[in-house]
């Protein structure tokens, strides 16, 4: 009788390291399936500009600062990168009378890279950021442009920013 005991021993555990291999091969080699789904990017919404309250005072070799805003309507925050000034002009009545850009000497400076560096994140959803334009006549300003109002055309860009 102990030979057969030893039999159905060694048996049982051919039988157990079996079905353990099976197990564990189950294990390693489990494998499953999901549904898929899709990401979509947005879209830019463009930059606000608010040309803010007149600026009056300016007269030759005087400077004024326009403070116009720039606002994100955006749904994420971005970071003002560059403010460029596109033109200065004199309104129609001052420039038929003669005071152009040419005889004004008025000029607008951007802010520097500095200044805008400085400038805060503007937050999505409708918040805004001040921008300083410095508006001059130079000291050569022809009589022509007194009571002139000048119109500074500029540009800002702006990236998205986290």
């Given amino acids: 009788m102990k030979k057969f005991t030893r039999r159905s021993a060694a048996i049982a555990v051919v039988v157990l390291g079996l079905i353990g291999a099976g197990v564990a091969f189950a294990a390693w080699t489990s494998t499953g399936t999901g549904d898929t789904n899709t990401a979509t990017a ?3 919404t463009g930059l606000t500009v608010n040309a803010g309250a007149a600026v009056t005072g ?3 070799t005087k400077s004024v600062v326009l403070n116009p805003t720039v606002t994100n309507g955006n ?3 971005v970071k003002l990168m560059t403010v460029s000034v596109n033109s200065v002009k004199a309104d129609s009545a001052h ?3 003669g005071c152009t850009v040419a005889v004004s000497g008025a000029s607008a400076t951007a802010p520097s890279a500095a200044v805008i560096n400085a400038l805060p994140v503007v937050a999505a959803g409708g ?4 921008l300083p334009i ?3 006549l130079s000291a ?12 500074v055309n500029f540009t800002a860009t702006a990236d998205s920013s986290n």
């Fill in 42 to 44: 947005g879209t830019a």
């Fill in 58 to 60: 300016l007269y030759p």
């Fill in 75 to 77: 749904t994420y925050p």
């Fill in 95 to 97: 420039e038929t009378a």
């Fill in 127 to 130: 918040n805004s950021a001040a």
């Fill in 134 to 136: 410095t508006v001059s």
């Fill in 140 to 151: 050569a300003s022809d009589n022509a442009c007194q009571g002139a109002a000048f119109t």
